[in-house]
Every structure is written in structure tokens, then in C-alpha cells.
């Protein structure tokens, strides 16, 4: 099961909880300064990578 969902949206990347691991992970590990959108943290493109390997590491499922 895919625990967050990786959206390309030019210079913005959208990373998308699809379970409660994924949004719980996204909350505890990202700064409560960036910006969530329609339900997604937004956070620019140089940020996605970095966060989603992390996020694997971790053990979350990870859709790109």
C-alpha cells in the first residue's frame, strides 16, 4: 500500500498522504512553517528528493 503520493507540479512538489502513516511522518518530520495544500505539503522541487528518500528509508511506500 502507498503511503504517500509524489505530485509534479513544476517548481512546486505536492506530497500527498494516502495513510495515516504517511500524513503522521510528513507531520512529525517537516518544519509546521511549510505550506499544506488541499491536503498536501508543498515544498519545492530541490526539497522532494531529499524528503523522499528519507521517507523510504524510513519504510513508507512512496509513489513518484
Known sequence: MIDVRVLNRGTLY?????????RNWLV???????????GSLAVAKSYAGPIVDIMVADGLNVEV
Do not use: F, H, I
Not at 512529525?28 to 488541499?38: E, G, H, P
Open 28 to 38: 512529525a518530520n517537516t518544519s509546521s512553517a511549510w505550506k499544506w495544500l488541499s
Open 14 to 22: 505536492l506530497l500527498m498522504p494516502v495513510t495515516d502513516a504517511g
